[in-house]
């Protein structure tokens, strides 16, 4: 590629419980649904079916979980554990997601204050948006470019607070708005041996504008982004895709036909 740009997938990062933290890997497989494999496969849902999440319940960002799948390539029969503890409490909590679901979800009633539940979808997950159902990429040299705008943020805690999916590597900030276009139209594009179609540059709720680790607002964070988002876009861009500015990361579909292929890290971006 030109000017030695060589878009590479320098991280995985997988959401099993949607709302709850990530867990880093070397490897995803494409589901049948066309969705990172354990990817929001599990969601908080309350007793009238809402999924609960941190755009409706701030104090699910003061709950720590880390996540055991004893398969590398976390196959579907592998036993999957999560592990939990609370801002308030460093006890840790363990329960198995594959046969411990009711006690896991007495555990977190009591967190919540409110009776919850998790259910479960190991085709597709439960994605954000169902039109866009695919991993969402961004580059590290955007999130990079953010830690600028907000001099408080590391870029851990930036990470956190957009949990994006796919994270490119040998590519300049904002790289990654080339993978959309016009409305109604997709980029098609592979890494690895995957196909992608990109969409649209992925809106931003309330989650991005909190401490990711308690929950705490940062101050006129929407309004700075906004004005920084802005002026990352060239003249002769589609703006037609930016109704606003608060967007960031592109949205993605895998066609059906990639289900049983596999991302690896270090896998190259082709257009």
Known sequence: MINNIQPTLAQIIIYPVKSLDGLVVDRAKISSGGALEFDRR?????????????????????????????????????RSIVRLQTLDDPQTHSFCL???????????????????????????????????????????????????????????????????????????????????????EVVDFELGNVRFQGINP???????????????????????FTHQRQQTLPTAFNIARFNHFYRLAVNTQIPLVEAGKFLNTGDRLSI
């Open 42 to 78: 599990w969601a908080i849902v309350d007793a009238s079916g809402k999924v609960v999440n941190a755009k409706r319940t701030a104090n699910i960002q003061q709950l720590r979980a880390e996540f055991d799948f004893k398969s590398g390539d976390l196959e579907s029969d592998s």
């Open 98 to 184: 594959n046969t411990e679901l009711t006690a896991l979800s007495s555990w977190l009633s009591q967190f919540f204050g409110f009776s919850v539940s998790l259910i479960e979808n190991a085709t597709t997950g439960f994605p954000d948006d169902p039109d866009a159902y695919g991993p969402t990429i961004v580059s590290t040299a955007t999130l990079e470019a953010i830690c600028e705008w907000f001099p408080d943020l590391n870029l851990a805690e930036v990470r956190r607070r957009f949990r994006t999916n796919l994270e490119l590597s040998g590519v300049p900030a904002f790289w990654e708005d080339r993978l959309f276009s016009a409305p109604g």
């Open 202 to 224: 992925c809106q931003r709720c309330v989650v991005p504008t909190r401490n990711s680790l308690t929950g705490e607002i940062t101050a006129k964070f929407q309004q700075i």
